[in-house]
C-alpha cells in the first residue's frame, strides 16, 4: 500500500504543477517553460518516492515496467488505479485554485492543460498525427525509463535523466498536442472539463499505451541473453 499511495502522490505532484502550469501561466512561461514543469516535477518526486515505489507516475511507464519483467500483473493494475486517482485529485487542486483566483475567469475559460488535436491543438494537427507522435513520444520515454532504472548504480543520476527526457518530449509535443505520454494526466482534465476534452482523450490514452508497448518489447527483446 506504501508504493500505491507514493504513486498517488507523485502523479498527483505531476499534474498539479504540469497541468497548473500550462493552466494558470502558460502564456507567461511558454512552451519551453511548461515543458520544464513537468520535467522538473519528475525530478523532484524521483528522489522523493523513487525508492519507495520507483517513481513511475505514468501507467504507460508501469505498462513498459511489467512488460519488462520488472512487476507483476495485480502490482501494474493498483499502480494504474493510484495514478489515475492522484491524477484526478491533482486536477480537483488545480480547479479549485483556477475558480478562487476571479481574475483567471475559471477554469471553464483556461483549461485545465488538456490534451487535443484538431481545433483544439496549436498547430491543428489532426488525429492520425496525434496518435502517431503520442506513440512516438511515450516511446522514446518509456525506453529511456526501462534502460536509464536497468541498473541500480544509476540511480544518483536516473531522476535528472527522466526529468530532462520528459522535457525533453514536452518540447516538440505541446504545440502539436500538448503532450500527453502519460494516459492518466490526460484522463483526470478530460474528466472535469468534459466536452471536447472527454471526446478526444481516448487517443491519450490509446497511443501513449501502444508506445509503451512498442517501448517494452523492444527494451525487452534488446537486453534478452541469447538462449
Keep these: 500500500m506504501k508504493r500505491y499511495i507514493a504513486e498517488l502522490i507523485g502523479t498527483m505532484v505531476l499534474v498539479l504543477f504540469g497541468c497548473g502550469s500550462a493552466a494558470i501561466a502558460g502564456q507567461v512561461l511558454g512552451n519551453f517553460g511548461i515543458a520544464m ?5 519528475i525530478v523532484a518526486m524521483a528522489y522523493v518516492i523513487g525508492d519507495i515505489s520507483g517513481c513511475h507516475i505514468n501507467p504507460a511507464v508501469s505498462i513498459g515496467m511489467w512488460i519488462d519483467g ?3 500483473a495485480k502490482n501494474l493494475i493498483m499502480y494504474i488505479v493510484f495514478q489515475c486517482i492522484g491524477a484526478i485529485i ?11 483566483a476571479p481574475s483567471l475567469g475559471g477554469y ?7 490534451n487535443g488535436f ?3 491543438s496549436s498547430v491543428g494537427l489532426d488525429v492520425v498525427g496525434a496518435i502517431l507522435v503520442e506513440i512516438i513520444l511515450t516511446f522514446v520515454f518509456v525506453f529511456t525509463v526501462l534502460g536509464v532504472t536497468k541498473k541500480t548504480e544509476n540511480g ?6 527522466i526529468g530532462l527526457t520528459l522535457t525533453l518530449v514536452h518540447i516538440m509535443g505541446i504545440p502539436l498536442t500538448g503532450t500527453s505520454v502519460n494516459p492518466a494526466r490526460s484522463l483526470a482534465p478530460a474528466l472535469f472539463l468534459g466536452g471536447q476534452a ?3 482523450v481516448w487517443v491519450f490514452i490509446l497511443a501513449p499505451v ?13 537486453t534478452e541473453e541469447d538462449a
Design 37 to 41: 514543469a513537468f520535467g522538473l516535477s
Design 70 to 72: 520488472r512487476m507483476d
Design 90 to 100: 491533482g486536477i480537483a487542486i488545480l480547479a479549485v485554485i483556477i475558480n478562487s
Design 108 to 114: 471553464s475559460l483556461t483549461g485545465l492543460g488538456q
Design 118 to 120: 484538431g481545433s483544439a
Design 156 to 161: 544518483i543520476v536516473a531522476g535528472l535523466v
Design 198 to 200: 472527454l471526446q478526444q
Design 210 to 222: 501502444i508506445g509503451a508497448v512498442i517501448a517494452g518489447l523492444l527494451y525487452k527483446g534488446l
